[in-house]
């Protein structure tokens, strides 16, 4: 049965199955927002989080995209058209949140051609491109939110091709947001300091030493949780912060100020 059609705005997530993603999908439902979310790998959790959004009340559905293939995006935005149709009796999404990514903990001096490539595809070329595939589906008024690091503020030796990526991330929000501003698209740039996440294989949540080492430098004392971000993106997207563009918003705790 063709479901009935919803005027809930529609947030699209990439890498939502699980993190911040997984996280913030949770809280925008707590917004009165639909949520599409997308899984590289892991349907079967990407299918629980839609379990958990319908569960409270809201419309869900996974797509699988890896970022790192712009090949694969005119497919992708096939298959977004086909669902909006069909579950949502709509043409256009409302918000975009470029989330998925990876990350790599090695100095400089010892990062390959290869690792940097595919931290330049993931976390640049990939979003450059499926956001410009995904504007012209964009309401306008809507918003683009692009999840970024602290590290583009605070160096921590072994992140640096890393942050390198994400500090192209940033520049690419501001100009966005100059050349998408006359439709009312606002988009902004989420930093997020240090988080108890699978990041780097959940070093930070399950290494106690570095754990403490994270708490003593952040202002509000301990490192960050993943509900210490889904709310701000859930902030963002909403009207709450109609007004806010062409930002970067850390959310750090105050690490290292």
Not at 2 to 17: D, F, N, V
Not at 56 to 76: I, K, N, W, Y
Not at 100 to 124: K, S
Not at 175 to 198: H, M, Q
Request: hydrophobic residues 45%; charged residues 15%; proline residues 4%.
């Amino acid at each position: 049965m063709t479901p009935a059609p919803s005027s809930a705005p529609i947030a699209l997530i990439t890498g939502g199955s699980r993190g911040l993603g997984r996280n913030a999908a949770l809280h925008l439902v707590q917004k009165q927002m639909d949520v599409i979310l997308t899984y590289r790998s892991s349907q079967d959790e990407a299918l629980a989080v839609v379990q958990q959004i319908e569960a409270q009340g809201g419309r869900a559905a996974a797509l699988q995209l890896d970022v790192s293939q712009t090949a694969t995006f005119p497919a992708f935005v096939a298959s977004l058209q086909a669902l909006l149709a069909r579950h949502w009796q709509r043409a256009r999404i409302d918000h975009l949140v470029n989330n998925g990514g990876t990350g790599l903990h090695l100095p400089l001096a010892q990062t390959t051609e290869a690792q940097f490539d595919a931290l330049l595809n993931v976390h640049l070329k990939g979003p450059f491109f499926l956001t410009q595939a995904l504007a012209p589906m964009i309401q306008d008024g809507g918003s683009i939110l692009n999840i970024s690091s602290g590290l583009t503020r605070f160096a921590v030796p072994g992140y640096g091709a890393y942050a390198t990526m994400k500090g192209g991330l940033e520049v690419l929000s501001r100009y966005l947001a100059k050349e998408l501003g006359s439709r009312g698209i606002r988009v902004n740039t989420l930093a997020p300091g240090a988080i108890e996440t699978d990041f780097n294989g959940g070093a930070l949540r399950s290494n106690a030493e570095l754990n403490r080492f994270v708490a003593s430098v952040t202002a509000l004392g301990r490192a960050g949780l993943p509900d210490d971000i889904g709310p701000v993106v859930a902030s963002l997207l909403s009207e709450d912060s109609h007004w806010i563009t062409a930002q970067r918003i850390e959310a750090s705790g105050g690490m290292f100020v």
